[in-house]
Nanobody, 124 residues
Framework: QVQLVESGGGLVQAGGSLRLSCAAS????????MGWYRQALGKQRELVAA???????SYADSVKGRFTISRDNAKNTVYLQMNSLKPEDTAVYYC??????????????????WGQGTQVTVSS
């Protein structure tokens, strides 16, 4: 199995910065795309940023120019650097990864795995 563990959330004032990390562990053969979603109270979960195994990135319009997604393939870790934070960025942030796993009979997947979520709160 695969576990994704997020860290780095917290409370910050508007205009401040936070860096989220998400480390994948387990029976990993390879990881395809990785990404960050967020869900604000009473709203649907939305894609914030994504990065392919080759390093190509994409962002939601609302975070372009403020957030940067990156990954360290050797550490199976994805990061989200969040600058110029706004109160509307307040949400639970989830990481996700498309993982090919190893099994006794070969590889399996890719399948999508999710972290448990980390709260980001931006005060005005």
């Amino acid at each position: 199995q695969v576990q994704l563990v997020e860290s780095g959330g917290g409370l910050v004032q508007a205009g401040g910065s936070l860096r989220l990390s998400c480390a994948a562990s387990g029976s990993i053969f390879s990881i395809n795309a990785m990404g960050w979603y967020r869900q604000a109270l009473g709203k649907q979960r939305e894609l914030v940023a994504a990065i392919t195994s080759g390093g190509s990135t994409s962002y939601a319009d609302s975070v372009k120019g403020r957030f940067t997604i990156s990954r360290d393939n050797a550490k199976n870790t994805v990061y989200l650097q969040m600058n110029s934070l706004k109160p509307e960025d307040t949400a639970v942030y989830y990481c996700t990864a498309g993982v090919v796993t190893t099994t006794p009979v070969g590889t399996f997947g890719p399948n999508d795995y999710w972290g448990q979520g980390t709260q980001v709160t931006v005060s005005s």
